[in-house]
């Protein structure tokens, strides 16, 4: 989690991809469903964990998917 928050996962930024998972109109996909998306594609790592730093939205992502799981309330669900 150190790692994810402070940018040394070693993640790259997959926010490119984004325009491909999310549809105009559609319901934008819960956080866990995103980063399983995310993580799923041609994602490699950049440099070992805890190394360097380099900006990911993926990092913010996974976060979201930890807090979903562990509070078991969707992000939609958590700020309605």
Do not use: C, W
Not at 40 to 59: H, M, R, V
């Amino acid at each position: 989690i150190r790692h994810l928050l402070t940018h040394s996962s070693g993640l790259t930024d997959p926010s490119d991809q984004l325009k491909y998972v999310h549809e105009e109109g559609e319901p934008f996909p819960d956080q866990v469903e995103l980063a399983q998306l995310m993580l799923s594609g041609n994602n490699k790592i950049k440099f070992e964990p805890g190394t360097q730093a380099f900006y990911s939205n993926l990092n913010y992502i996974i976060l979201g998917a930890i807090i979903e799981i562990t509070t078991q309330l969707s992000h939609k669900d958590r700020y309605s």
